[in-house]
């Protein structure tokens, strides 16, 4: 196949286009050897540097790679210690003018571990086998800065961590759950592996609609994953009028006592919208999970888990057969920053820088004619024609977003991708540009 007989626009976003098209539709396949960046600049009569701007944006979405001499092949997509809906979800390490791929804080902003640490002891040890999971400490803590009454609170390895032990409690093979579409890919994924039904819920600025609720519900699911502040990935945080609502529907919902809900607050500090949960109306159905990895710092891999004790004391009990407890030594870390004057500050100062690149970045789409709501902590849901198209394009400017497919179940979702908003430090109007230009994309 000649690709210039593809090509029409001869710009670097046209020949990436084309061949993004190409890969998606099965034309060319993984180790299919591409032309030399040479050859099709002289078959299509542009610079040899056109091309090579069309290959280095491909590269970047880890759709192309280059072997040297050997020459340049279409790569297989696939990262074998991913989840089949996360595989391909972040970019293909690279580089990047700007990765807002992965959903991740600005490193720059997640307070110092310096004085934490230096109140640690220099020996990892943790007394008896057998003690406490969670240091009494930080239990009290967290008890006090519960959004709710809580039977049990314990320390798990990351937000994950506790809403899959969660689910493999709760849930059983054959069993639904309800979670949100568009929603946490890796969630999708869990109820997958449990042998479960993933029924979707429809979302607006506030959170999950009453009605789709309802109407899970009739399908009687046994749990129910929830994202109550800066929802992954629109941003949207749930008021307490609708949690009150939610609540509601599932009491009165057949068998509405016997579904858990679990929630996930994976921004907790750094979100500007008040902590909120459902377990204020059913406080023996909800598991709360507060996430410290947005505002401390993701290797942490530190998070808090409370509900009914019943729950809360058979993942505890489970743990003992596992990993057994989180490192005392990184709960120290975590009370540390928690009390301590100088961390507080500055995840308040990082929530304030958020919030304000979250708003100029909104602002600068909006004069450029894309209509997006004011999201809530690290990312924004931006609407697209099409997003591999959107993808190359905002490849071709160096610049990273996550394809919005893996966020939905079901297919009544319109094509988005998510970006990371959180990271546009700085120049929101000429991020903002190449994304309104990349939500108009159009296939090739």
């Known amino acids: 196949m000649r690709l210039g007989d593809e090509i029409r626009d001869r710009s670097p976003q046209g020949i990436a286009g084309v061949i993004a098209r190409l890969i998606t539709e099965g034309v060319l396949v993984s180790g299919d050897r591409l032309p030399t960046v040479r050859d099709l600049a002289a078959e299509l ?28 092949f279409v ?59 969670v240091l ?27 809403i899959s032990r969660t689910l493999e409690q709760v849930v059983r093979f054959g069993d639904r759950v309800a979670v949100e579409s568009p929603g946490f890919p890796y969630f999708f994924d869990l109820i997958d592996a449990l042998g479960a039904e993933a029924v979707p819920l429809r979302l607006d600025d506030e959170g999950v609609l009453p009605g789709s609720l309802a109407h899970a519900l009739s399908e009687r699911p046994t749990a129910v994953i929830l ?65 410290f990895s947005k505002s401390h710092g993701p290797d942490l891999r530190i998070a808090a888990l409370g509900g009914p004790a019943r729950i809360v004391e058979r993942i505890v009990a489970r743990r003992m057969l596992g990993p057994g407890w989180t490192s005392r030594l990184l709960q120290t870390v975590l009370l540390d920053m928690l009390t301590d004057r100088g961390a507080v500050a500055a995840v308040r100062v990082a929530r304030l820088a958020y919030r304000d690149r979250e708003e100029a970045l909104v602002s600068a789409l909006r004069r450029e004619g894309v209509q997006v ?21 905002l490849a071709t400017a160096g610049i990273a977003v996550a394809a919005g497919a893996p966020f939905v179940v079901g297919d009544h979702v319109a094509p988005h ?23 108009r994309a159009a296939p090739r």
């Not at 009494?136 to 506790?162: C, F, K, N, Q």
């Not at 709501?373 to 959107?390: F, K, Q, S, T, Y």
Request: no cysteine.
């Open 417 to 439: 991708v998510r970006v990371t908003s959180g990271m546009v430090a700085a120049d929101a109007a000429d991020v903002a540009r190449e994304l309104a230009r990349a939500s």
């Open 75 to 133: 790569r297989g997509m696939r990262r074998d210690w991913l989840t089949r809906r996360v595989n391909g979800l972040s970019a293909h390490a690279g580089e990047w003018r700007l990765d807002l791929s992965l959903g991740t804080p600005d490193p720059a902003l997640l307070p110092s571990l310096k004085t934490a640490f230096s109140h640690v002891s220099l020996r990892a040890d943790t007394g008896r086998y057998h003690d406490l999971p």
């Open 227 to 291: 994202q109550p502040r800066a929802h992954n990935p629109t941003g949207a945080s749930m008021s307490a009028e609708r949690a009150r609502r939610l609540a509601g529907v599932i009491g009165a919902a057949r068998d509405g006592d016997r579904v858990v809900v679990i929630e996930d607050d994976h921004s907790g500090l750094i979100s500007m919208a008040p902590d909120v949960t459902l377990g204020r109306w059913l406080p023996d159905q909800v598991v709360h999970v507060r996430s």
């Open 45 to 72: 009569m542009v610079s040899p540097a056109t091309v090579s701007a069309a290959w280095q944006a491909l590269a970047r979405t880890g759709m192309i790679v280059s072997r040297g001499r050997a020459g340049t």
């Open 136 to 162: 009494p400490e930080l239990a009290a803590l967290l008890e006090r800065t519960w959004p709710s009454r809580a039977g049990a609170i314990t320390v798990v390895d990351g937000a994950l961590d506790g």
């Open 373 to 393: 709501p004011h999201p809530d902590g690290l990312n924004l849901w931006l609407p697209v024609a099409d997003e591999r198209a959107a993808a190359v394009h």
